[in-house]
Nanobody, 126 residues
Framework: QVQLVESGGGLVQAGGSLRLSCAAS????????MGWFRQAPGKEREFVAA????????YYADSVKGRFTISRDNAKNTVYLQMNSLKPEDTAVYYC???????????????????WGQGTQVTVSS
């Protein structure tokens, strides 16, 4: 059974940094895409970043490009989201998700992901 467990959220001032972690277990993830999404109150879940487990390809939402970096540690089966220059509008619950890379739908579509973590709250104060 696939499990995704996020950690690293918290409260930070605008301009600060946080690093989120997503520990994945339950299967071999080669051939999978790992994504980060976020959801603010009253808003739809939105794509943040994605990375393919088997190569170095990464994908970012325009709103976080140049500020956030997604990476992975294959040995630890963990995906990270380094968030720098945080803004109040980055406040949301952040979710880790996984899907097989060959499944239909773009990597930025939350509906194309099969597995989800429980989420971790990130709050950026102004």
């Amino acid at each position: 059974q696939v499990q995704l467990v996020e950690s690293g959220g918290g409260l930070v001032q605008a301009g600060g940094s946080l690093r989120l972690s997503c520990a994945a277990s339950g299967r071999t993830f080669s051939g999978y895409v790992m994504g980060w999404f976020r959801q603010a109150p009253g808003k739809e879940r939105e794509f943040v970043a994605a990375i393919r487990w088997s190569d170095t390809n990464t994908y970012y939402a325009d709103s976080v490009k140049g500020r956030f970096t997604i990476s992975r540690d294959n040995a630890k089966n963990t995906v990270y989201l380094q968030m720098n220059s945080l803004k109040p509008e980055d406040t949301a619950v952040y979710y880790c998700a996984a899907r097989y890379y060959g499944d239909s739908g773009g990597y930025s579509s939350y509906k194309s992901y099969n597995y989800w973590g429980q989420g971790t709250q990130v709050t950026v104060s102004s």
